[in-house]
């Protein structure tokens, strides 16, 4: 009880610094340390095939696609930073969010978890993921071949005229 | 209160952050940053909803599913944003009004 709501504080408090880094690389850096934060929950939760996936794709392979882009830009973005007025007021606002929230958003999701309906619970991630969803694993290929294309045509090759 | 509106008070501060973020900042790099993190808070509330009700297995499916849209977003964007950053010299949202009318 006690770590798992630490682990979820951990991972606002990351996410907090992630976009108050006034260094976009540190930035990454929190947004990778928020994927591990959740990937970390989701093994608490039970769900450790989520917390693989999560851990290898959004903390390893996302955090090395944003720092390959934020080396590419970052001698600009030192040059011209943007204004950080807005992100010094994010505790600010973030805090007032909190404490507004807490006196009314705990007792909806209270309302909201009372509504759930349980399931059997049986079954393997194998079978629903093979047998029962075998339509979504079709679409992630395409939408991974999506993603292809996209980089294929945002990044053309050159044909001399 | 419930362990789970516990959960979901933090990951409604943490949809916060995110939005903020996007609403926030100017750069590209930081707006796709804030979409990550808007994209964890759902994610945890999938995986909190199907611990909910028992039916993690489910839960787990539809997570892969979109972690692997999430991967294909964010390439896309940085794509854009380094194709914008070679055309424009910079990463400014406000500057990317070269279709403007």
Redesign the interface.
């Known amino acids: 009880m006690t770590y798992h709501n630490l682990l979820f504080t951990l991972a606002v408090l990351f996410a907090l610094w992630a976009v108050m880094a006034k260094k976009l690389l540190t930035s990454a850096i929190m947004l990778a340390l928020v994927s591990v934060t959740v990937s970390l929950i989701f093994f608490n939760l039970g769900a450790p095939w989520a917390g693989v996936f999560e851990l290898s794709v959004c903390a390893g392979l996302i955090t090395v696609l944003f720092i390959g882009a934020v080396s590419l830009i970052r001698s600009t973005e030192e040059k011209h930073p943007e204004s950080r007025a807005p992100f010094y007021a994010l505790p600010l606002a973030a805090a007032i969010f909190a404490i507004a929230g807490w006196f009314y958003l705990p007792a909806f999701f209270d309302e909201l978890a009372s509504w759930r309906r349980l399931a059997d619970g049986s079954g393997t991630i194998g079978t629903a993921l093979w047998d029962l969803r075998r339509p979504d694993l079709l679409g992630q290929v395409l939408m991974l071949a999506a993603g292809v294309f996209v980089i294929k045509s945002v990044f053309p090759r050159r044909t001399e005229k | 209160?419930?362990?789970?509106?516990?959960?979901?008070?933090?990951?409604?501060?943490?949809m916060?952050?995110?939005f903020?973020?996007m609403l926030?900042?100017?750069?590209i790099?930081?707006q796709?940053?804030?979409l990550?993190?808007v994209s964890?808070a759902a994610?945890?509330t999938v995986?909190?909803a199907?611990?909910?009700?028992?039916?993690?297995?489910?839960?787990?499916?539809?997570?892969?599913?979109m972690?692997?849209?999430?991967?294909?977003v964010?390439?896309?964007g940085?794509?854009?944003?380094?194709?914008a950053?070679r055309v424009n010299?910079?990463?400014?949202i406000w500057k990317l009004d070269g279709l403007k009318g």
């Not at chain 2, 940085?78 to 194709?83: E, P, Q, Y």
């Not at chain 2, 010299?89 to 400014?92: M, S, T």
């Open positions: 209160m419930s362990i789970f509106a516990m959960d979901w008070y933090l990951i409604a501060l943490l916060f952050i995110g903020y973020c926030a900042s100017r750069s790099v930081r796709l940053i804030g990550e993190i964890k994610m945890l995986i909190s199907g611990a909910l009700t028992a039916n993690l297995v489910m839960a787990q499916a539809l997570l892969i599913t972690i692997v849209i999430e991967v294909v964010v390439a896309a940085l794509a854009l944003l380094v194709k950053f010299g910079n990463a400014d």
